[in-house]
Each structure stands twice: as C-alpha cells, then as structure tokens.
C-alpha cells in the first residue's frame, strides 16, 4: 500500500471510528423525539396585546401621578384612543413644558407627544411597541420553560417559531403526568389587582352589572366574573363585578411567592412585590381604604376583599382552592408570571406505545429499503456494487455519530430522512459507475476508466447535492418540529454520502488494484 492510499486509510478509519464511537450504544447516545418516546405537543401564540396594554396602563399612571403630586394639577381626564395611544384633557397649557421636559423626556422616552387645542395626544413609538411585543414573546418562552423544568421533564423543546413570531412551540418527550403538566402549563396565571367600582357589586348576572355601569364609565371598567364552588370543587354559581380597566399591578411585580394558610386554615398562595410593584401598592391602598380590590388571574375574579389599610409589599391571595391547586399556582408564579396571556392553537398527546410501534415500523422500513438497494446494485453492477454496499453501511454510521455530536433529536420524520438518504447515498455511485463504464466503451484501461469516470461526475454529483442541501437549509430556517428534525437529517446525510461516494469509494477501487500491475477487466 502506497504513502497516498495508507493516509487516505487513516482519515478513514479516524472519521468512522469517531463517528462509531460517538454513536454506541444508539438507545443511549441518540436523542428520540416526541413522535417517537410519545409525550406532548402545544403550540400557542402570546396575545402580545396585553403586555401592551399593561405599558399603556403604566405610562397613564405615570403621567396622572406626576402632574399631581410635582405640577399640583388634578381633575385631569384620560381617554384611550387605541391601543397604544390616551389622550389627556383638562391640563392647563403653563403645564405643556412641564409634561415635554419632565414626563416625556425623563420619565417617557419612548413616547411621543402631540397636541390639538386643549388636548395632550401620547403614542408609544413603533421601535418600542416591536421591542415590548418581542420581549413578551421571549418572556413567556422562558417562563414556559421554567414551568416545564419544575416537572422535570427530560429533554423538553421549547422555542419559538422565529424572529418576529408570537407563537411557541412546547415538545415534553415522555411525559410520565401529561394531564398535569397540561393544566400547569395552560394555566397562564395572568395576575391582575384592580380596583372594584366604588360601591358596587358583587352582582347575580352579567346584565345586572351591565345595567349599574353607566355609559360615561364604560369607556374606564369592564365587567368580570367570580365563580363560587363547592366542597368538591364544582362551580355552583356566578357573581359579577365592576372593575376598573387600569391594573394596580401585575404577575409581572411579583418577587416570590409561597404556599401558606389562610385564617380558616384554608390553602392560600402568600405573594412578595418587586420595589416597583410595592410602591404603587402602597399609594394605591392607601388612597383607596374602604374600597373592594379584585384579585384576578386569568380574567376571572379570584376574590374582591374590602382594602382595610395601607398594603406595601407582601400579600395573600385566598379563594376556594385545593392544596394541589395551590402548589400548582405557586410553581407558575414562582417560575415567573406569563407578560400576557396565550391562545391555545394546537395540542396533541402522542402514547409510548404509539412512539415504539413508530420505531419498529420505520426499522422495518429502513431494513427492507436497505435490502433493495443492496440487492439493485450488485446486480446492475456486480463486484464494484459491493464499493457502494460498504459506502452505504459508512454513511449510516457517520449519520447516527453525527445526531449524536451535535445532540439533535431523532424524529418520525427524521427517520424518513435517514431512510431517503440510503437511497441518495448510492445515488452518487450510480452517476460516477455510469461515467466509469462510458470510459471503458470508449476504449480506456480499467485505471483511466476509473480516474476519469470520478473526474467528469465530480460536478454532478456536487450539483446534485448542493441542491439538495439548499432546500434542507431552507426547511430548518423556515420550519418547525418535526420539519426540522427531516432537514437535520437530510443535511448530515448528504454530507455523509458526499464523503462516502467521493472519498472512500475511490480509496477501495484503487485499494483493490493497487497490488496489480495491470489491470485487464473490472466487474461493473
């Protein structure tokens, strides 16, 4: 064996031995999908409207604060024009300097300012309603995440469909409590205080508490329900209550939170406030003695206690809720409250059993396509087919070390991929066969025949696979899930059968005439 085929043997042997080594024993070192060991699939999309709407909530209370307690102006009234607009009527225009240099400039950046006649017109900016909505997108992604960690599912997915996206993707492979993961999961624990009408309520239907809300008042409030249950749990009745739009504050001003009691030693979730949150909970409760404070979460009134005195940063919020029931809400507070609520936009619970019977179906598939192509190949080109038969069996190696190093999950569709490049693995045998046996026709020796026939299809080969490799780059950037899992494997096949067909084929043809000084014939 000559210094060049010795060299060749190396990189070989070093590049399969890596890949085997990283490989064994599959069942441990390769990672399987959801669709595969069974589990869970969400996708939901974050309604980014209300993170907005609490920064609109917030820059209102900023402004109505600061024009009372440092410009001695009250009496101001606030419209919302939009969503991310409110208007101001009522400030008196020796005041206007004072809400340009002050308010905007210090306290609100990226707000803009305009004004008509009487009226002080605030729009948050297009950059920053982008920056906000993203940030409740990547916010509630992490949060999820928490969530999921808490359970400790092993090796969950969770991630986004791509910049500029509001949907989330959750894969819990083996979920051994999909129920409760589920329920955990689905409960986004949007956390809201507000402030209950004065002297209202609680009301027995909805159109009652519509007939009490005045036309003036129904631009400010909304009307929300309380359900009450029984010792079991089941909702026995209705109550409705008027409450103000603005929030006091939200999950996100919670600091920890923590199971405890309540005075009829009832379970109750005990909550702390960020230095933000506990200051305007202060101000707030101070200013409002005697008024009810509904705490709500996930748009439904949890309770509405009377505000007895001043509250800072710590509070309790009770209702009719079972010792799992609270558990549960402190792991989704504590893991962190969701910026703004999620819409549920597909779910699916796959079974192990259905993921073990994916796996033997797609083994028998693998098998039986394998067997073919070995079968098709020594036939159509007899001794030389046993070339793309060993390129076959390396490439099937390189592919599973390959998932393995770069810790990709195997999915259903991924094994499709695995199964599409056994056949394109000797896709490139076939082109460079057919050149090999066009030289000989044309009256070259076997070593010239081989040499050139590797040559003239190196170009189609390469733009066969090029291409290839360009759609399996477009099918990761743009897909989700299991489209990624198929162009994962796609991409790590071609590149597998490249080296394969190209290298190590041409190393065992010369390998196999090396020792002879002349060739006369080639089995092909």
């Known amino acids: 064996m000559d210094g060049s085929l010795r060299l060749r043997a190396l990189v070989i042997v070093a590049v399969v031995a890596t890949a085997a080594f990283w490989a064994t024993p599959p069942s441990e070192k390769i990672k399987l999908g959801l669709d595969l060991r069974g589990g869970m699939h969400m996708v939901m999309?974050?309604?980014?409207?209300?993170?907005?709407?609490?920064?609109?909530?917030?820059?209102?209370?900023?402004?109505?604060?600061?024009?009372?307690?440092?410009a001695s102006v009250t009496g101001v009234e606030v419209d919302r024009t939009s969503l991310t607009s409110f208007r101001l009527s009522g400030v008196p225009q020796d005041k206007y300097d004072f809400v340009d240099d002050e308010i905007?400039?210090?306290?609100?950046?990226?707000?803009?300012?305009?004004?008509?006649?009487?009226?002080?017109?605030?729009?948050?900016?297009?950059?920053?309603?982008r920056r906000l909505r993203q940030m409740a997108v990547n916010q509630a992604q992490e949060t999820i995440r928490n969530r999921v960690d808490s359970f400790g599912v092993a090796e969950p997915v969770v991630h986004s469909e791509g910049l500029g996206s509001e949907r989330i993707v959750v894969q819990l492979p083996g979920v051994d409590d999909p129920e409760r993961v589920k329920e955990v999961i689905k409960n986004t624990a949007f956390l809201e205080f507000r402030l209950v009408k004065a002297a209202t309520g609680p009301y027995g239907s909805r159109q009652e508490a519509a007939t009490a809300l005045s036309s003036q008042d129904?631009?400010?409030h909304e009307i929300m329900v309380e359900?009450?249950?029984?010792?079991?749990?089941?909702?026995?009745?209705?109550?409705?209550?008027?409450?103000?739009?603005?929030?006091?504050i939200?999950?996100?001003?919670?600091?920890?939170?923590?199971?405890?009691?309540?005075?009829?030693?009832?379970?109750?979730?005990?909550?702390?406030?960020?230095?933000?949150?506990?200051?305007?909970?202060a101000d707030v409760t101070a200013a409002n003695i005697g008024r009810g404070l509904a705490i709500v979460l996930d748009n439904t009134v949890i309770s509405a206690p009377t505000i007895q005195g001043r509250i800072a940063d710590r509070g309790t919020i009770h209702g009719q809720f079972s010792l799992q029931e609270v558990q549960d809400m402190v792991t989704v507070l504590r893991s962190g409250a969701l910026p703004a609520s999620l819409t549920y936009l597909e779910e699916r619970t796959i079974g192990p059993t259905l993921g073990k019977d994916s796996i033997l179906k797609s083994r028998k598939a693998g098998l039986f396509g394998?067997?073919?192509?070995?079968?098709?190949?020594?036939?159509?080109?007899?001794?030389?087919?046993?070339?793309?038969?060993?390129?076959?069996?390396?490439?099937?190696?390189?592919?599973?070390?390959?998932?393995?190093?770069f810790s990709a999950t195997l999915t259903l569709p991924g094994i499709a991929g695995i199964v599409l490049t056994i056949g394109m693995a000797v896709d490139a045998?076939?082109?460079?066969?057919?050149?090999?046996?066009?030289?000989?026709?044309?009256g070259r020796t076997v070593r010239s025949s081989i040499a050139m026939g590797?040559?003239?299809?190196?170009?189609?080969?390469?733009?066969?696979?090029?291409?290839?490799?360009i759609a399996a780059i477009f099918l990761f950037t743009f897909g989700t899930g299991p489209i990624r899992g198929f162009a994962v494997t796609l991409s790590v096949g071609i590149l597998a059968s490249l080296f394969t067909a190209v290298f190590v084929s041409r190393w065992l043809f010369d390998l196999q005439h090396s020792k002879r000084q002349r060739v006369e014939k080639l089995s092909i």
């Open 45 to 70: 999309e974050v309604e980014t409207d209300d993170a907005i709407k609490v920064e609109t909530d917030n820059a209102i209370d900023t402004v109505l604060k600061e024009l009372e307690e440092n």
């Open 104 to 129: 905007i400039d210090r306290l609100l950046p990226s707000w803009d300012l305009s004004r008509s006649g009487d009226r002080l017109q605030f729009s948050l900016d297009g950059p920053e309603e």
């Open 218 to 220: 129904a631009a400010s």
């Open 227 to 248: 359900y009450q249950r029984d010792e079991n749990k089941n909702v026995v009745g209705e109550s409705f209550w008027i409450l103000e739009k603005n929030r006091v």
């Open 250 to 281: 939200t999950g996100r001003n919670l600091k920890d939170a923590s199971v405890t009691a309540d005075d009829f030693n009832q379970p109750a979730v005990a909550f702390n406030l960020d230095k933000e949150g506990a200051n305007r909970f």
């Open 370 to 405: 394998g067997a073919l192509v070995i079968l098709v190949m020594l036939f159509v080109y007899r001794i030389s087919g046993l070339n793309a038969v060993a390129a076959l069996g390396l490439n099937i190696v390189l592919v599973f070390g390959a998932l393995s190093v």
């Open 429 to 442: 045998n076939v082109l460079i066969f057919e050149r090999i046996k066009e030289e000989l026709r044309a």
């Open 454 to 469: 590797f040559e003239k299809a190196l170009s189609s080969v390469m733009d066969a696979n090029i291409t290839t490799m």
